[in-house]
């Protein structure tokens, strides 16, 4: 196979497909920007049976390949020619031979074809904003209250109503002067509400659904909100507060059960170990010999650091009121026993820049991705004709199965019709959100769908790289199938082709011996005294080493004349060489015991090198009947005018 053919089918078709598999998304991630040449677009260069091959595909499979093949050998226009004429003359086979319709290809090709068109659905403007916008929040902490009136997301719209008509009262109560506490006890179907009358504590970006989370940052202190939906239900909210957050934290603890037999057992043994701390005793030994968290114990009672509402209140108030580095709290107790706290290490929170990789890795892998699918839908469908039926939708807030089922069009894209049939197999597995949610999510991921599924017509540039991708696959089949396998299968003719070449395949003068290679020239000089004595190996290893302290090692075999192991002007003679300084405290000396004469090698010696030369034989010849199979017309004028233009390409 020659060297332009293997860079036209791009480097991972060399070897083995595997490797075309493990280099993919790096390749992808440095795809060229396509070079187009105006009107040369449309100049024909030449025709395969009547197939239009034109000037631009030259120009930009040479432009993209250049100074990599440059790097190989010079070569004129009529070899490159030559070449990109054998590259489609292989295509032409391989789809005349069907094989661009064989399933494992176009499974493959599908999922290639998934990795290429993700750079394309990324929208950095929109994470970017959703980035900064958490951030902002993670500056910030809420502190909120809240009432739940609980509602299946599927919820039949008169159990919705009924929702929604006892949030309101709940509110109305409120508003009227009832304390928040009291009515979240009467209302609220959250069961933490007994312990903490719907007060949720502080917390920021990320610890709440972003609806709840968008609700808390965009209501004043003190105001209570209108009724918002969750996948959970509809909520009302007070806000408490808001501060500056406090970054995170990082303490050691130590905690002692409660014993349900002596309730006063924790208590008292917490006391003790706090009057050891006060005496200076070392918190870190204490916590390993007597707390009850056995995780953190072995670990001298530190834990992970932690950001503020994070842990129950009391720990988490405890932690955050400590001020210095090094203090420890008093005991106090949790429903889990007593505990005193050590602050190891405060943590602001950091810069937007730092932390920005991170934030949007949050939101393309949390609730937010759904919003960046929002943006990206409403981005894609400015440029498509969509038309949705209410009418049809409507059969899903009455649960009418028939009128679900469907063929009717629900909404559709450019004139493709997505029915109510298609949204319903959708809609019936899922169970977490709203019928608008869910509606709204297929609408968009359908928009989406399109998108992808006609980029080729809409990108130029996707369109190019694509079909790179569908042609390299399909010779990687072709070659496969044509010469890599006959030539590893056809024992018979890579016997008799390595039989009439054998000249080509011969040992050069070799020699058995060990080299030395020592740091320092007194040690060098030594080594090549004991060598001329004819020390063994071991031997002068145990007279010059030092201890741990090495000074000479050696390597030992054939090698051939030439070998990147020898010094550059080394030439193999019998016997002892000179010390030879290749490199600074580097010194090398050669002690060859034996000269092999040049010989044929064994076919087992060079069947790598075999099998390759014989690859490249039956290419040539299969290129030959390639040839003489296709008509290979060449237009003359546009021929000419690529000539002009190729010395500056």
Known sequence: ???????????????????????????????????????????????????????????????????????????????????????????????????????????????????????????????????????????????????????????????????????????????????????????????????????????????????????????????????????????????????????????AHIMIKNNPEDSLYAKDKIFEIYNKLKQDDDFSKIAKEHSDDLSSAKKGGVLPKFGSGKMIKAFDDTAFGLKNDGDFSEPFPTKYGWHILKLLKKYPIESFESLQTYLESKIKSGNRSKLLDKDLAKKIAKSYTIKENVLVLSAFYVVDKEEMNSNAALFSINEENYSAKDFYNYYKNKKNKTIDQIYNNYKNESIINYYKDHLEETNNEFSVIYQEYKDGLLLFDLLQKNIWEKSEKDSVGLIQYFNMHQDKYVWKKRAELRIASCTRSEKAELVKNYLKENKPTDSIKKMVNEGATIHVLFTSG?????????????????????????????????????????????????????????????????????????????NRKNLKKLKRQFKSL
């Open 558 to 634: 054939i090698l051939e004349e030439g070998s990147s192991k020898f010094p550059k002007d080394y030439r193999i003679t019998k016997g002892v060489s000179e010390i030879y300084n290749p490199e600074k405290n580097q010194y090398k000396i050669i002690d060859v015991n034996k000269i092999i004469e040049p010989v044929n090698k064994a076919l087992e010696e060079t069947r790598g090198e075999v099998i390759n030369d014989y690859q490249k034989e039956l290419e040539e010849k299969w290129i030959i009947d390639l040839r003489a199979k296709y008509k290979v017309k060449m």
């Open 1 to 251: 196979m020659s060297a332009f053919s293997n860079l036209l089918m791009k480097n991972e078709f060399i070897g083995k497909r595997f490797m075309f598999l493990r280099r993919i998304s790096a390749i992808v991630a440095i795809l060229f920007v396509t070079i187009l040449f105006g009107q040369e677009k449309e100049d024909v260069l030449f025709t395969i049976d009547g197939e239009n091959v034109y000037t631009s595909e030259f120009i930009r499979v040479y432009q993209k390949n250049k100074e990599i093949v440059l790097d190989k050998e010079e070569k004129e226009f009529d070899d490159y020619l030559d070449l990109f004429i054998d590259f489609k003359l292989k295509l032409k086979e391989a789809k005349d031979l069907k094989l661009d319709t064989v399933k494992n290809y176009q499974a493959e090709l599908s999922k290639y074809r998934e990795q290429l068109i993700e750079p394309y659905l990324q929208n950095p403007e929109a994470t970017e904003r959703l980035a900064k916008e958490a951030y902002q929040r993670t500056l910030n902490e809420v502190n909120a209250s809240h009432i739940l009136i609980r509602l299946q997301p599927n919820a039949l719209p008169k159990d919705t109503i009924v929702a929604y008509q006892k949030i309101i009262s709940a509110r109305n109560k409120i508003i009227s002067g009832v304390s928040f506490e009291e009515v979240a006890i009467e209302y609220s179907e959250d069961p933490s509400v007994k312990n903490n009358g719907g007060n949720l504590g502080y917390f920021s970006a990320f610890s709440m659904v972003y609806a709840f989370e968008n609700t808390a940052y965009n209501t004043n202190v003190g105001e209570v909100s209108m009724p918002f939906r969750t996948q959970f239900g509809y909520h009302i909210m007070k806000v408490n507060d808001k501060r500056q957050s406090k970054g995170e934290r990082e303490v």
